[in-house]
């Protein structure tokens, strides 16, 4: 009888535990999210890079244009400016990274705007993460709050639970009791000491991970997607950015907008007007799962003849890696450049997941070369088709080419730019894949696969677990 009573009730429990995992992992979406923006003409539109390499001395070398761009958005803005971005914070690794300090810039351009122009609104949203999940007080976002800027941080306990089996732990036995300071452990991202509640909360890994710009210019809004975080111990990774104006930056500031429902804060509605366009380019904005229904509607366009090129930090989702593998069959040429995962802030990386992934596509005939990096990460993500009938598909944003960052796990964005090849802003990123991929004489941007090349079973079956699992950073 006590076996009996004993298994049923582990049964139930077991079901009850199996239930709430389904539930977690696939209940809907709040309201917003996975966005897919319509096509919206843009004139004045940019493809923007920070880029570290080499020189023929052997020293690194960095050149910068994003944040530049950036802060010059901010100085034009009159009416309001939304900035949303993941890392905002001056923590450093093990190895610290003196190229700039991203984040002390920003929050000088901000409070010296503001205080310039007392009427501006300026929103920014941000992700936990940069508190250590309520951990560590930001002295930045204090200053910002002080100068009368509105600080949101991104409430993630809505979205779906990527690492399904831990946060089951998690919600009911660490979310219940928030978090604050603490001693217990070292900060696990820089300086300081923080709670356990702080790892228990990283552990969950739940991220908003965009890195947005909006804000009014002139007569027009201007808007830029990026990969590059404000966060001191990044600002040598090689990063992308577009910056565009017109119709499509009402589609960006929807999407900020839901952030901020999400997050329990107020809603902008402030919308100056929009300089209709004429332009051949095209802009659409896309965030969550809807980035991977257009990249693999892009990468499924593309026929024999056609050129296909990607540039990305973590790639391991297994329906784009399908897809590459069947545009190769195509005869599509495809190439596929890497960051080797070797470092991360000073620690040791062990390849995953682009080294399991890039020996897969180097085995199916793919040409892969790696980012040669250097204490940084080759953090792009940017997808780029040139198709025979004259035109190209750019899509570039925040988003990882992985399970947490195309299944609407994380929050993200990116945008999809689409018009005649020989337009700039495509040209521009064509030109910008191509140095990289050959290099040139005095600077090397990226070496032969076999320099990182690794076949070790099980890194193989590690990534395939993680990604399957949810168990994973990527």
């Given at each position: 009888?006590?076996?009996?009573?004993?298994?049923?009730t582990?049964s139930?429990?077991?079901?009850?535990?199996?239930?709430?995992?389904?539930r977690?992992?696939?209940?809907?979406?709040?309201?917003?999210?996975?966005?897919?923006?319509?096509?919206?003409?843009?004139?004045?539109?940019?493809?923007?890079?920070?880029?570290?390499?080499?020189?023929?001395?052997?020293?690194?070398?960095?050149?910068?244009?994003?944040?530049?761009?950036?802060?010059?958005?901010?100085?034009?803005?009159?009416?309001?400016i939304?900035?949303?971005?993941?890392?905002?914070n001056?923590f450093q690794?093990?190895?610290?990274?003196?190229?700039?300090?991203?984040?002390?810039?920003?929050?000088?351009?901000?409070?010296?705007?503001?205080?310039?122009?007392?009427?501006?609104?300026?929103?920014v949203?941000?992700?936990?993460?940069?508190?250590?999940?309520?951990?560590?007080?930001?002295?930045?976002?204090?200053?910002l709050?002080?100068?009368?800027?509105?600080?949101?941080?991104?409430?993630?306990?809505?979205?779906?639970?990527?690492?399904?089996?831990?946060?089951?732990?998690?919600?009911?036995?660490?979310?219940?009791f928030?978090?604050?300071?603490?001693?217990?452990?070292?900060?696990?991202?820089g300086?300081?000491r923080?709670?356990?509640?702080?790892?228990l909360?990283?552990?969950?890994?739940k991220?908003?991970?965009?890195?947005?710009?909006?804000a009014?210019?002139?007569?027009?809004?201007?808007?830029l997607?990026?990969?590059?975080?404000?966060?001191?111990?990044?600002?040598?990774?090689?990063?992308?950015?577009i910056?565009?104006?017109?119709?499509a930056?009402?589609?960006?500031?929807k999407?900020?907008?839901?952030?901020?429902?999400?997050?329990?804060a107020?809603?902008?509605?402030?919308?100056?007007p929009?300089?209709?366009?004429?332009s051949?380019?095209?802009?659409?904005?896309?965030?969550?799962r809807?980035?991977?229904?257009?990249?693999?509607?892009?990468?499924?366009?593309a026929?024999k003849?056609?050129?296909l090129?990607?540039?990305?930090?973590?790639?391991?989702?297994?329906?784009?890696i399908s897809?590459?593998?069947?545009?190769?069959?195509?005869?599509?040429?495809?190439?596929?450049?890497?960051?080797?995962?070797?470092?991360?802030?000073?620690?040791?990386?062990?390849?995953?997941?682009?080294?399991?992934?890039?020996?897969?596509?180097?085995?199916?005939?793919?040409?892969?070369?790696?980012c040669?990096?250097?204490?940084?990460?080759?953090?792009?993500?940017?997808?780029?088709?040139?198709?025979?009938?004259?035109?190209s598909?750019?899509?570039?944003?925040?988003?990882?080419?992985?399970?947490?960052?195309?299944?609407?796990?994380?929050?993200?964005?990116?945008?999809?730019?689409?018009?005649?090849?020989?337009?700039?802003?495509?040209?521009?990123?064509?030109?910008?894949?191509?140095?990289?991929?050959?290099?040139?004489?005095?600077r090397t941007f990226?070496?032969d696969?076999?320099v990182f090349?690794?076949?070790?079973?099980?890194?193989?079956?590690?990534?395939?677990?993680?990604?399957g699992?949810?168990?994973?950073?990527f």
């Amino acid at each position: 009888m006590i076996l009996t009573t004993f298994f049923l009730t582990a049964s139930v429990l077991l079901c009850l535990t199996v239930l709430l995992f389904s539930r977690q992992s696939r209940k809907p979406l709040p309201e917003g999210l996975s966005y897919l923006g319509e096509e919206h003409p843009a004139s004045d539109i940019e493809f923007l890079a920070d880029l570290t390499y080499v020189d023929k001395n052997g020293i690194r070398n960095v050149e910068q244009e994003i944040f530049d761009e950036i802060f010059d958005i901010i100085a034009s803005a009159r009416c309001f400016i939304v900035l949303d971005m993941f890392l905002y914070n001056p923590f450093q690794g093990s190895t610290p990274e003196t190229t700039r300090p991203l984040s002390s810039e920003l929050t000088q351009a901000l409070v010296e705007h503001k205080k310039k122009f007392p009427a501006l609104e300026i929103t920014v949203i941000t992700d936990p993460i940069n508190t250590v999940y309520g951990g560590l007080r930001s002295e930045q976002f204090q200053l910002l709050r002080t100068t009368g800027i509105k600080v949101v941080t991104t409430k993630l306990e809505e979205l779906r639970d990527s690492n399904p089996v831990y946060s089951f732990f998690w919600r009911f036995l660490v979310q219940p009791f928030g978090n604050g300071s603490g001693q217990a452990l070292p900060n696990p991202f820089g300086a300081g000491r923080v709670s356990v509640r702080s790892y228990l909360s990283l552990l969950n890994f739940k991220t908003n991970h965009r890195k947005v710009l909006i804000a009014d210019s002139g007569n027009t809004l201007v808007g830029l997607v990026t990969s590059a975080n404000a966060h001191d111990g990044s600002s040598a990774h090689s990063n992308i950015a577009i910056k565009f104006n017109g119709a499509a930056v009402q589609d960006l500031l929807k999407t900020e907008n839901s952030v901020l429902r999400l997050s329990a804060a107020s809603a902008l509605a402030i919308e100056p007007p929009v300089e209709e366009s004429s332009s051949d380019v095209t802009v659409q904005i896309l965030t969550e799962r809807q980035i991977k229904h257009v990249v693999l509607q892009a990468i499924a366009d593309a026929k024999k003849g056609d050129t296909l090129r990607l540039a990305m930090f973590y790639l391991s989702d297994r329906h784009i890696i399908s897809a590459l593998e069947s545009a190769h069959q195509r005869s599509v040429t495809t190439r596929v450049l890497l960051d080797p995962n070797r470092v991360d802030f000073g620690r040791e990386k062990k390849g995953i997941p682009s080294r399991p992934v890039a020996h897969e596509l180097n085995k199916q005939g793919i040409a892969v070369r790696w980012c040669d990096t250097h204490g940084e990460q080759f953090h792009m993500k940017m997808l780029l088709i040139e198709y025979q009938d004259g035109t190209s598909t750019l899509i570039a944003g925040s988003a990882n080419f992985t399970r947490r960052s195309l299944e609407n796990f994380n929050l993200e964005t990116n945008v999809a730019v689409r018009g005649r090849s020989d337009a700039a802003v495509l040209s521009d990123a064509r030109e910008f894949f191509e140095l990289l991929w050959g290099n040139e004489p005095g600077r090397t941007f990226s070496t032969d696969y076999s320099v990182f090349a690794d076949e070790s079973l099980f890194k193989r079956a590690m990534y395939r677990f993680m990604e399957g699992s949810g168990m994973s950073t990527f």
